[in-house]
Antibody
């Protein structure tokens, strides 16, 4: 059974850093591109980043480029999001998801999310 | 970047009603359009991919149609568990992967 479990969220001050983790089970993170998506309070879904199956290609939304970094650890079968220079507008629930591509591409499996609050 | 505009932003319906939600892309995206349902406190759930392909386990009352720039999600007869927020998302030209702003389906 495919499962994604995020962790690492919490309260952090503006300008601070946080590292989110996403533990995968039931599949290998090498099988899919992996992605981070967030939802701020009262807002819609926002894609942030994805990483290729071999971890040699990453891409980011403009809103987090230069501040966030995605990475994967095959041995731990886990995905990470290093978030630096956090701002109040980064307050959101952060989800990891598989970016599954066949005839088309979509977010097939999602974690339950971890809440990040940026506030002084 | 490709922008997706959903309409309406919210709607009220009764159990048993037929409901349609629209998603319009700012440019041609062929059939590369997916629909998700998000219930409060739950992770988003993929309903439809490729504009009209129903995902395994998704009730047949859900259907999707459209191509090019205009797409529709239809619920043929709303059930209580369908009251949620629905999002469209395009995969035609990425990055960035973009979502619509969401449509909240509320109980009348």
């Amino acid at each position: 059974q495919v499962q994604l479990v995020e962790s690492g969220g919490g309260l952090v001050k503006p300008g601070g850093s946080l590292r989110l983790s996403c533990a995968a089970s039931g599949f290998s993170i090498n099988d899919f591109y992996m992605s981070w998506i967030r939802q701020a309070p009262g807002k819609g879904l926002e894609w942030l980043s994805y990483i290729s199956t071999t971890s040699n290609f990453t891409t980011y939304a403009d809103s987090v480029k230069g501040r966030f970094s995605i990475s994967g650890d095959n041995a731990r079968n886990s995905l990470y999001l290093q978030m630096n220079n956090l701002r109040a507008e980064d307050t959101a629930i952060y989800y990891c998801a598989t970016w599954t591509c066949g005839a088309d591409c979509y977010f097939k499996y999602w974690g339950q999310g971890t809440l990040v609050t940026v506030s002084s | 970047d490709i922008q997706l505009t959903q309409s309406p932003s919210s709607l009220s319906a009764s159990v048993g009603d037929r409901v349609t939600i629209s998603c319009r892309a700012s440019q041609f995206i062929s059939k590369y359009l997916n629909w998700y349902q998000r219930r409060p406190g739950k992770a988003p759930n993929l309903l439809i991919s490729g504009a009209s392909s129903l995902q395994s386990g998704v009730p047949s009352r859900f259907s999707g149609s459209g191509s090019g720039t205009d797409f529709t999600l239809t619920i043929s007869s709303v059930e209580p568990e369908d009251f949620a927020t629905y999002y469209c998302q395009q995969s035609f030209r990425t990055p960035p992967i973009t979502f619509g702003q969401g449509t909240r389906l509320e109980i009348k």
